[in-house]
């Protein structure tokens, strides 16, 4: 069975600090799929990426970076220089291809408080 | 492009009384079907999911039901409401085909009982 742990249940960071959410996952399916959402206050959940477990390419857009290592099954999350709008839940997620309704199994969230 | 609409927004309810919650996707054909619950400060439970019209999979054992009528439509639903079905649900769709592909939510509705 496939389970999602996320460590940190809270983070407290100032701007500008850089900051990382770890995800760390298990499953016996060979090919899988990695996700990450934010939650900002406002309640509903943001897309943010998708990782294929063939392609361990790391992944940067703006200020936000993505380590997938499949030796530690983690798929941990970056914010640089981070702002006080990047304060929100931050859920890890996976998705095994074999899975009949392509459900996501969803990691506890990291709440993330940025202070200015 | 597509779109996923889930209302009421809110939604206050005493024990005991009915519920129906209703989300619409537009822009697609075909998708997967989802429902979640969030308890305050909680992660996500999945509570259905639906890969056609008429077919609902139940993934815990509560009051709650769920039905597809039609093909964008998803609607969640309890005969009564007990005060443990205070939450944030979240309705959510994929594309039926590529299992690669992200879930995308709607905005919830928060539901306290009272």
């Known amino acids: 069975a496939q389970k999602v742990t996320q460590a940190q249940t809270e983070i407290s960071v100032v701007e500008k600090e850089d900051v990382t959410l770890d995800c760390v996952y298990e499953?016996?399916?060979?090919?899988?799929?990695l996700f990450w959402y934010k939650q900002p206050p406002s309640g509903e959940l943001v897309f943010l990426i998708r990782?294929?477990?063939?392609?361990?390419q790391n992944e940067i857009s703006g200020r936000y970076s993505w380590n997938f290592q499949k030796s530690t099954s983690s798929f941990n999350f970056t914010i640089t220089a981070s702002q006080v709008v990047d304060s929100a839940v931050y859920f890890c997620?996976?998705?095994?291809?074999?899975?009949?309704?392509?459900?996501?199994?969803f990691g506890g969230g990291t709440r993330l408080m940025v202070k200015p | 492009s597509q779109t996923i609409h889930q209302w009421p927004a809110t939604l206050v309810q005493p024990v005991g009384s009915p519920l129906s919650l209703e989300c619409t996707v537009e822009?697609?054909?075909?998708?997967?079907l989802y429902w979640y619950r969030q308890a305050a400060g909680r992660g996500l439970q999945l509570l259905f999911y639906?890969?056609?019209?008429?077919?609902i999979s139940s993934e815990v054992p509560q009051n709650l039901s769920a039905s597809r009528p039609q093909d964008r439509q998803f609607i969640l639903s309890s005969k009564k409401l007990l005060l443990s079905d205070s939450g944030f649900y979240l309705c959510?769709?994929?594309?039926?085909?590529?299992?690669?592909?992200?879930?995308?939510f709607g905005d919830g509705t928060r539901l306290s009982i009272l």
């Open positions: 499953t016996r399916d060979t090919t899988y799929y």
């Open positions: 997620a996976l998705s095994e291809a074999k899975n009949a309704g392509n459900m996501l199994t």
């Open positions: 639906s890969v056609g019209i008429g077919q």
């Open positions: 822009g697609t054909s075909n998708p997967n």
């Open positions: 959510a769709w994929r594309p039926g085909t590529h299992s690669n592909q992200p879930q995308h």
């Open positions: 990782r294929n477990s063939f392609d361990e």
